[in-house]
Nanobody, 114 residues
Framework: QVQLVESGGGLVQPGGSLRLSCVASGMTFRFYNMAWYRQAPGKQRELVTTITSGGTTNVVGSVKGRFTISRDNAKNTVYLQMNSLKPEDTAVYYC????????WGQGTQVTVSS
């Protein structure tokens, strides 16, 4: 049974940093393309950044230059390093794994506020 467990969310002031982690189990992690999505209150879930099984990354839109995705296949973990956080980054952040099928974590709340 595939399971994705996110952690690392919390309350941070504008300009601060957080690192999210997503630990995968029940799957051959190195084969999967991984991604982070987020969903702000009243908005649709949106793609933030992706990393392929080969390590190629892509960052979307307003987080370019601030957010970095990485993976450690030995630890079955994908990370999201978030720097220079803004109030508009406030959302529930979800880990996604894709290898023919899509799997989702339960999400972790990130709140950026002074």
């Amino acid at each position: 049974q595939v399971q994705l467990v996110e952690s690392g969310g919390g309350l941070v002031q504008p300009g601060g940093s957080l690192r999210l982690s997503c630990v995968a189990s029940g799957m051959t992690f190195r084969f999967y393309n991984m991604a982070w999505y987020r969903q702000a209150p009243g908005k649709q879930r949106e793609l933030v950044t992706t990393i392929t099984s080969g390590g190629t990354t892509n960052v979307v839109g307003s987080v370019k230059g601030r957010f970095t995705i990485s993976r450690d296949n030995a630890k079955n973990t994908v990370y999201l390093q978030m720097n220079s956080l803004k109030p508009e980054d406030t959302a529930v952040y979800y880990c996604n794994a894709n290898y023919g099928r899509n799997y989702w974590g339960q999400g972790t709340q990130v709140t950026v506020s002074s």
